[in-house]
């Protein structure tokens, strides 16, 4: 019978105690084969737990080859300090700011990264494969005490995202109208790009706003233009589909018109921050307060100064 002594079983102990330190302070620094694709999720924290909410938000679709902006947002829990794993079916990851390094194709945390306004917000890029198809990204995010031990911290995997990659070739677009005054926009770029090209069931001229009504010839795509129609209709707009969605926007009222995916109004930001200074309003035979862009359709929007709009 082996008896050990006090000095093996210190030892032991200390062994123990030294291994656990060993693995906090490599995780956190950030680990990899944590995500759905290839993992069981961030065990080293504690226990998977629905109180912590992971979020990707960012492009539905992409051109091949194009690069989108995306974000995993992380809020509940302790969240004392959140960190992130997150992983790509196909295509390339890549860092935006140095919160996230790239090990192994994936990305992590550099390190615990403290929350502001109750969320952990990471952000990254990425760049679709170069043929069409369907990609999902999967993340995950912890949310501690960071009290130097795993007991008490939480984690939760992302609902994964998927991602369209969709070729530049001809997509079409239904733009539903009513009888009557309508706010549309051109939700992909059409050849020609003019009144007639795009609208050609319109019974008016197009008019756009900047301080004022100005008759068209031409559309761009991200204005918004009132058109008259002489009934209720589907108007079917092709063209390439559109990747980079940014809309310059002037002080005051302006029109702007969305592109080939409907979006939320919470996910728009602006160049500079905080310009956006009204809600968005729609026409539907009266204005109406809009929480949701549908593509093709224009909106009124007040910003503060001139600047840009980003659209997911």
């Known amino acids: 019978m082996t008896f050990l002594t006090k000095k093996s079983m210190f030892n032991a102990a200390m062994f123990v105690v030294f291994s656990g330190f060993i693995l906090l302070v490599a995780h956190s620094s950030g680990q990899v084969g944590a995500t759905q694709f290839n993992g069981d999720g961030c065990t080293c924290h504690g226990d998977l737990s629905t109180a912590v909410t992971v979020t990707i938000t960012g492009p539905d679709e992409l051109a091949p080859g194009a690069v989108g902006n995306y974000t995993v ?18 295509g390339t990851l890549a860092i935006a700011d140095n919160s996230l390094k790239v090990v192994s194709s994936e990305l992590t945390h550099t390190s615990p990264k403290l929350p502001s306004g109750g969320t952990v917000t990471f952000a990254f890029k990425y760049t679709a494969p170069a043929t069409a198809g369907t990609v999902t990204l ?4 912890n949310s501690v005490n960071f009290g130097g031990s795993p007991e008490g911290d939480q984690w939760n995997f992302a609902s994964n ?6 070729s530049s070739s001809t997509v079409q677009v239904g733009v539903a109208v009513a009888s009557g005054w309508n706010l ?12 007639a090209g795009v609208f050609p069931t319109s019974n008016s001229s ?6 004022g009504y100005t008759a068209v010839s031409s559309l761009v795509n991200g204005l918004g233009y009132w058109a008259r129609f002489p009934s209720a209709q589907t108007v079917t707009v092709s063209g390439t589909a559109i990747t980079t969605k ?18 939320q109004t919470s996910s728009i ?3 500079p921050a905080g310009i956006i200074s009204s809600s968005f309003f729609g026409y539907d035979n009266g204005y109406t307060q809009a929480t949701t862009l549908a593509a093709g ?16």
């Not at 926007?249 to 995916?261: K, L, M, P, Q, Y």
């Open 184 to 195: 549309v926009s051109v939700p992909v770029a059409a050849t020609p790009m003019t009144p």
């Open 206 to 211: 197009m008019f756009s706003f900047a301080n």
């Open 269 to 271: 930001t602006s160049a």
């Open 161 to 166: 995202k998927t991602v369209t990659v969709q």
């Open 297 to 312: 359709k224009g909106y009124w929007i007040r910003v503060s100064q001139n600047g840009t709009l980003t659209i997911p």
């Open 73 to 90: 947002t992380i809020s509940g829990g302790p969240l004392v300090r959140a960190g992130t794993n997150i992983a790509a079916s196909s």
């Open 246 to 263: 940014t809309i310059p926007v002037i002080a005051g009222w302006n029109i702007i018109g969305f592109f080939n995916s409907s979006v």
């Open 138 to 141: 999967y993340a995950n995010g």
